[in-house]
């Protein structure tokens, strides 16, 4: 395979079994229950496979907790009727990227990228680390993505990029792509909203927090890495030097700087295989104000606390540690609607715990402790807890009336009445 | 003076008296021993068992009064019911029957009795019987005498009418409530006779504990108010009716507000203002007395009149105003539904949708009556008779309780009480007339001639001598507002006259046995939890469906499972199967039923959020088609239509559900609507499989369902009992790649996907 990420994986510490596109052992998954952790396909140009390697097959690894990084090749296989599954939109086949700038030696679908024009997904993480820098060496199909908010690109095209069919080269534009541009629109296949890498984050049931999907399920949530490419990987553009003219004082002067591309594959590997951006909740516990110990009930109007503590993954010493960074924890108080929802923020002196307070609704009924936080590039975070509210106790209502002060009144008179009797 | 047979002579006074008594005694210790026994027919033919669903509520609701006393069951909120509503069950229910439950309970288990609750509650309505005979015998003991009461008692303790509600295992507020009315009414009849205060605070106290045990105690809290109104306007007003209405008006309004679901109901509401109107009108009416009784003028008189009734009509306009500004609910839809009987099914279907809210069927009342349905009218015609103040009382309810029962199957109850006191009544008098031994003395020259052929008249019509007594009846009253001079010696020559009477009577009695064993043993027995068919050979085959179903689901779902269903079987999954449901028997919130109604009458795709909205995990279904079970939710699929139609207008239609020829269908002319519903979908999924896929037939509707059934991808079954009649399913999680099931679906199973498009961009011009 010529690859350099499984040097670069061993390293890491993972084990890697290899397994050529035909071969039938070792299965991907045995009795229901998956073999391996993570799942790259690297095979790209292969048009047949095993028996069991099938979209089927792949989506079900998914559900059972699998990464998957998954590059696609210039043909059609069992990858092109996968793609659409995760609202993933590949153009015709044999028609790579191409870019013919900057003006360079290279053929025109050998194209560099520059990491630093986005930070993907998003401003609060991104999926390469500080350590990428330079341009990233890349060759394959770009892809367009559907309208899914689980889908998220990671490494976007260049925007002077679009994809072509080179093999009819005086045209450029094969039939084909015209095609697919009727039915998909003006720009589809061109520009910087085309990703060449992008990332999955399954969804993991939903979660009502109740009855068969109780519990957290963090564990169950795997992650997808659709690469354009497996080039991307190779030694040969790992080594490739990067050309650029940087301006100074003499003119133009051309600069040759180290490919990003053995960096970038290790932190896509890292962010496929739940190193990085990994969250979870480690406890939930709710109380009423001055009270310890978590109530079966709570009654109307009670002042409530809630505490949860999260932490994140540290790949480097492989532990669990507090987590504080998020700002936009909410905590929702449901019932069948949210009738509180309340910013939940980190407890300076507690690391990884956040914490509210809030009055439960003057309403009874069964209500659910929500937290749904879904951020692209993290695990989802979500837990429910349900407990019900209900109205005071007969003992529990106050015992002055005002609507009542003339019977207090008689009452007064009645006992002076017999004072003076006595 | 002569008598037919000869009488034994030398007995003392004391010794009839005694003997008489001890008969009483013995004849209502064997009443009691009857009512009780025909109400085992239950137990024994099937097992002991709470009976169809609001007992099973009343079941679990008394275990967790005797488990965990009164006040926690007072407090009592149940997260399960109403799923995430929930139920403040101490606040919404009548807590009579249970707190009666836990009372014997207790009692039992502090003599070391260790007696199991369960029983306690299948037994109590057969105990309970017996308490209603001899209520009923003290109630007609006032109207007559002993001896019809005793008939009466009779009477009320095997007819069908009351064992409908009282079997063994049917343990609902009914049970206790007959025997609470009937006692009530004693008290009150009792205080109202004597003027006591003592009884009306007595016929107060019971009052109470009926309103605590059945919302229909709105009957007692209008009858006595109307009786009390006509004897005002009678012009029977006396001290003693003052006491007696007073004295219950004030300690029962008092101590029934402290029943928190009743709460301020009868100070706020127009189904009480007529208890109230008439307490007001009596304090008038008692103060008008009082000034009359002092001022002698003319003048003072004419004046205390127009004062009072110038009062009445200032009180009756407050009254209006203040219904009109709302600080007095106006009538409910239920009250309504009981003048117009089309009313319910236009505005408030979840009523109209309880088969025992239906008007009531003629031979009904056959069935559940028999003779005394005959007789009744004769008993009410010789309350005219003497028309002392308790006759007007079984006259006005004899006529308010005639009306309902016609309007309800339900209230059907509430006048089988009266039908016995005046049947009793009737009998008696034609038994009295007829054992009577004693001739009449000679008649005078003048009446000879008439004489013989009014005897004769009630031997030729002695085949329905229902009718001859009422005539002769007629004729008694007709005589005597015809000539009050001329007393005219009245009775029966000869035996051979009587033997035929009294034979044909004890006929109709031994009939009524027979009518009444039959009727309890085959109609009013049945659990309905568990039903009976029977085998080729005659043999009785047991259909444990429902069980099997409950059973499954306490087993194999987790504790928080939510099931939903049509609220019919609400009660019975939270008690049998122990899971909480969305709906239930207690139909208190009407968007929420329809909000069922609506995700069983949608599509799939329609409904699917709502489940997911709802935390459903399990639906359940009720499938009768492969066993022919006609109360299956396919029959009853319209109603939630309905329901959901008055919600939610736009989305639901009711015609969509038929075919264009306007028929309910479900074979293969089914209407698109109907096809694609999920309750529809859940009913017949693999249908046709278990056919070997051709040729299905339903057999309550008796029509073939297509070959190729529904598909299902939301929903996918998890369970169907052995008779096809309980059908789980689990509902779907999301997909973990977002898309929806429907789509997932067609993938697992290989399909080719259509290429979407992507909708936003631009299109390029041409």
């Given at each position: 395979m010529g690859s350099k990420s499984p040097s670069g994986l061993i390293a890491k510490g993972y084990t890697v079994t290899l397994r050529a596109p035909k071969d039938e052992q070792p299965l991907l998954i045995q009795d229901g229950l998956p073999n391996f952790s993570h799942v790259t396909l690297l095979a790209s140009d292969n048009k047949h496979f095993a028996k069991d390697i099938t979209p089927q097959s792949l989506v079900e690894l998914l559900t059972l907790g699998t990464n998957l990084m998954l590059t696609v090749g210039p043909k059609q296989n069992l990858l092109t009727s996968l793609a659409p599954e995760f609202s993933l939109l590949l153009p015709p086949p044999a028609t790579p990227l191409v870019s013919f700038f900057p003006e360079r030696s290279d053929p025109a679908n050998v194209v560099s990228i520059d990491i630093k024009s986005k930070p993907t997904p998003n401003d609060t993480f991104s999926v390469f680390s500080a350590a990428v820098e330079g341009n990233i060496w890349f060759s394959g199909t770009p892809f367009a993505l559907g309208s899914n908010p689980l889908l998220f690109p990671i490494l976007s095209a260049p925007a002077e990029s679009f994809a072509a069919d080179l093999t009819d080269a005086p045209g450029l534009v094969s039939d084909a792509l015209v095609e697919a541009s009727e039915k998909g629109g003006e720009g589809l296949w061109a520009g910087s909203s085309l990703a060449v890498v992008a990332g999955f984050q399954t969804l993991i049931?939903?979660?009502?927090?109740?009855?068969?999907?109780?519990?957290?399920?963090?564990?169950?949530q795997a992650r997808v890495v659709w690469v354009g490419g497996s080039s991307l990987f190779s030694d040969e553009f790992a080594n490739k030097k990067v050309v650029e003219k940087v301006k100074d004082e003499q003119g133009l002067k051309v600069v040759e700087k180290p490919s990003a591309n053995k960096q970038a594959a290790l932190d896509i590997a890292a962010w496929a295989f739940q190193e990085r951006g990994v969250l979870r909740i480690d406890s939930v516990s709710h109380r009423k104000v001055n009270t310890t110990g978590t109530p079966e009930m709570y009654t109307t109007n009670d002042e409530i606390i809630y505490n949860v503590k999260i932490s994140s993954f540290n790949p480097i010493n492989r532990k669990w540690e507090p987590y504080s960074a998020i700002k936009d924890l909410q905590l929702e108080f449901t019932m069948l609607d949210p009738h509180v929802r309340t910013a939940l923020p980190a407890v300076r002196s507690i690391p990884g715990t956040y914490s509210t307070r809030f009055r439960a609704p003057d309403r009874h009924g069964v209500f659910k402790f929500v937290i749904n936080h879904k951020r692209k590039g993290f695990t989802h975070l979500h837990h429910t807890a349900t407990v019900p509210v209900v109205p005071p106790?007969?003992?529990?209502?106050?015992?002055?009336?005002?609507?009542?002060w003339p019977y207090y009144a008689a009452g007064d008179a009645r006992e002076e009445k017999k004072s003076k009797k006595e | 003076m002569s008598t037919a047979p000869p009488l034994p002579q030398n007995i003392s006074a004391s010794t009839v008296a005694n003997t008489t008594s001890l008969l009483r005694i013995l004849a209502l210790g064997l009443i009691s021993a009857a009512a009780i026994a025909s109400r085992l027919f239950a137990v024994i033919n099937f097992e002991s068992i709470i009976h169809e669903f609001d007992p099973w509520f009343n079941y679990r609701a008394t275990r967790v009064l005797a488990a965990k006393g009164f006040y926690e069951f007072w407090n009592w909120f149940d997260p399960t019911a109403w799923y995430p509503l929930g139920r403040v069950v101490g606040g919404t229910v009548y807590p009579g029957l249970m707190a009666t439950s836990g009372v014997i309970y207790n009692f039992l288990h502090y003599f070391n009795l260790p007696v199991d609750i369960r029983n306690v509650c299948v037994l109590l309505a057969p105990g309970f019987s017996a308490l209603t005979a001899w209520a009923t015998y003290m109630f007609t003991k006032e109207m007559k005498d002993p001896s019809a009461g005793l008939l009466a008692a009779a009477f009320i303790g095997i007819v069908p009418g009351y064992i409908s509600r009282s079997v063994a295992g049917s343990y609902d507020n009914e049970a206790i409530a007959i025997f609470l009315l009937m006692f009530t009414f004693y008290l009150w009849i009792a205080a109202l006779k004597q003027g006591s205060a003592l009884f009306g605070t007595l016929a107060a106290v019971f009052y109470f504990y009926m309103v605590a045990a059945w919302g229909g105690y709105a009957f007692i809290t209008n009858m006595i108010p109307i009786h009390a109104l006509v004897l005002l306007l009678m012009g029977r007003y006396s001290g003693r009716l003052y006491v007696a209405y007073c004295s219950w008006y004030a300690i029962g309004t008092l101590s029934s507000m402290q029943v928190p679901f009743v709460g301020f109901q009868p100070v706020r509401t127009s189904e009480h203002m007529g208890a109230l109107g008439v307490f007001g009108l009596l304090q008038i009416v008692a103060f008008a007395t009082l000034v009359r009784s002092h001022v002698s003028s003319k003048q003072f008189q004419n004046l205390t009149a127009i004062s009072v009734v110038s009062l009445g009509l200032l009180g009756a306009l407050a009254f209006i105003v203040m219904t009109y500004k709302g600080w007095i609910a106006p009538w409910t839809g239920r009250f309504y539904s009981l003048w117009d009987t089309g009313y319910a099914k236009k505005y408030i279907p979840i009523i109209a949708s309880v088969s025992e809210h239906q008007p009531t069927a003629w031979p009904s009342f056959f069935m559940d009556l028999q003779f005394l349905i005959f007789l009744f009218p004769a008993g009410v015609v010789m309350c005219f008779r003497d028309l002392r103040d308790e006759h007007v009382f079984v006259i006005i309810y004899a006529l308010v309780a005639s009306y309902f029962a016609g309007v309800m199957v339900r209230l059907m109850l509430t006048l089988t009480p009266v039908v016995c006191v005046s049947a009793a009544v009737a009998l008696s008098s034609l038994l009295d007339t007829y054992v009577d031994v004693k001739e009449p003395s000679l008649p005078d020259a003048t009446e000879a001639d008439k004489k013989p052929a009014s005897s004769g008249a009630v031997g030729s019509h002695a085949g329905t001598s229902a009718a001859a007594v009422a005539s002769s009846t007629i004729s008694d009253i007709f005589n005597a507002a015809k000539s009050t001079k001329t007393s005219k010696p009245k009775g029966i020559w000869g035996t051979d006259a009587r033997i035929v009477i009294l034979l044909n009577a004890i006929g109709m009695l031994v009939f009524f046995v027979f009518h009444c064993t039959w009727v309890t043993s085959?109609?009013?027995?049945?659990?309905?939890?568990v039903l009976a068919s029977q085998n080729p050979d005659g043999s009785q085959h047991i259909i444990d469906d429902y069980r099997e179903a409950y059973y499954w689901l306490r087993m194999n779902t987790p504790q928080d499972a939510v099931v939903m269903s049509w609220w019919d079987y609400g009660y019975q999954i939270a008690g049998m199967a122990d899971r909480g449901t969305l709906v239930d028997n207690n139909t208190w919130n009407n968007t929420h039923i329809a909000t069922v109604g609506k995700a069983m009458s949608s599509t799939e795709e329609v409904a699917y959020p709502i489940l997911r909205k709802h935390d459903v995990d399990y639906v359940l279904v009720i499938f009768g088609g492969l066993l022919g079970y006609s109360g299956d939710d396919i029959n009853k699929f319209l109603w939630m239509v309905r329901i959901a139609q008055g919600v939610w207008p736009d989305e639901i239609q009711e015609p969509n559900y038929f075919t264009p020829q306007g028929e309910y269908r479900v074979d293969d002319r089914a209407s698109d609507s109907m096809k694609n519903s999920l309750m529809y979908k859940m009913s017949y999924y693999r249908f046709s499989e278990l056919y070997g896929g051709g040729n299905a037939l339903d057999r309550v509707r008796n029509q073939h369902i297509p070959k190729v059934g529904p598909t299902l991808d939301y929903l996918e079954e998890a369970f169907t009992t052995e008779n096809w009649i309980v059908r789980i399913y689990k509902v779907r999680k999301e997909d973990p790649l977002g898309r929806d099931l429907k789509t997932a679906n067609a993938f697992a199973q290989g399909k080719k996907r259509k290429r979407g498009r992507v909708g936003s961009r631009r299109r390029a011009i041409v």
């Open positions: 049931g939903g979660g009502t927090g109740h009855g068969a999907d109780s519990g957290p399920g963090e564990d169950k106790r007969h003992d529990g209502y106050a015992r002055f009336l005002s609507a009542a | 085959s109609a009013y027995s049945s659990p309905s939890v």
